[in-house]
């Protein structure tokens, strides 16, 4: 079997240039860091937001890394096909199972210990907090990003995929989403976070919303800052922002309030 050339990033200085370096050249999948492997048609779109601040520098300096395998290096025939109308008949056309299993191959050759492969799909199961810890505790995790009308079902089932949604809307392709679930994963990396009490009081991380953030000015356009917050006394501000935390995720989520509380 011919290995196909994969693009990978981390290790290497990302910052702007007149002309765009390439940050996609093979580098040694490390087997001790944390690897993000990405199955679609536009390599060129990665590492996107994801070389920029935190999970960029982490990506810099070797916390975890990217590599995309290119959907149209496993194409078939002179033009490289990657796709063809729907069984039955209907409107657009969907990714062939016999170039998207043989790019899940080539993706997985690389896997070790526990290794999700997750489809970026508007019918999956949607992504939280969650989630993202769990691939975060996981060695790597393989995302296939779809296009036109979706991905024959026979690789879904074949290959054990777990489908993934954002949210209950529909996207052009995955790769947005992918992007979105690697930063909320990456950033619970050992070493990512400068701050790592920021992961423990943030949104969702203990099923809450987060409570409201003031700074300087003391006094801006007749709004001062909660006096709790200035009194020093962190019993009471703890207090204070739990109690903002709940109040919040009552009234804008109780869904999350619900479930909380262990209401059906």
Known sequence: MTDHPTRSHGRQSIRPSAIPRDLMAEEPAYTDIWQARIITLFPELFPGVLGASLTGRALQDGLWQLHTHDLRDFGIGKHRNVD?????????????????????????????????????????RRFDQAMAR????????????????????RVIEHY??????????????????????????VRLLPGVLGN????????????????????????????PIPPVLMSGNHGEIAKWRRAQSEELTRLRRPDLWQKLRGED
């Open 84 to 124: 063809d109308t729907p069984a039955g008949g209907g409107a657009g056309m969907v990714l062939r199972a016999d170039v998207v299993g043989p790019a899940i191959e080539a993706a997985q050759h690389h896997a070790r210990g526990r290794w999700p492969i997750l489809y970026m799909s508007p019918r999956g």
């Open 134 to 153: 769990d691939l975060a505790d996981c060695a790597g995790v393989t995302m296939l990003c779809g296009r036109f009308e979706g991905v024959d079902e």
């Open 160 to 185: 054990g995929i777990t489908e993934v949604s954002l949210g209950d809307f529909v996207m052009t392709g995955g790769e947005l989403a992918a992007q979105a679930m690697i930063d909320a994963s």
């Open 196 to 223: 790592a009490e920021s992961a423990v009081e943030e949104s969702h991380s203990a099923g809450l919303l987060e409570h409201p953030q003031f700074t300087r000015p003391a006094d801006w356009q007749g709004r």
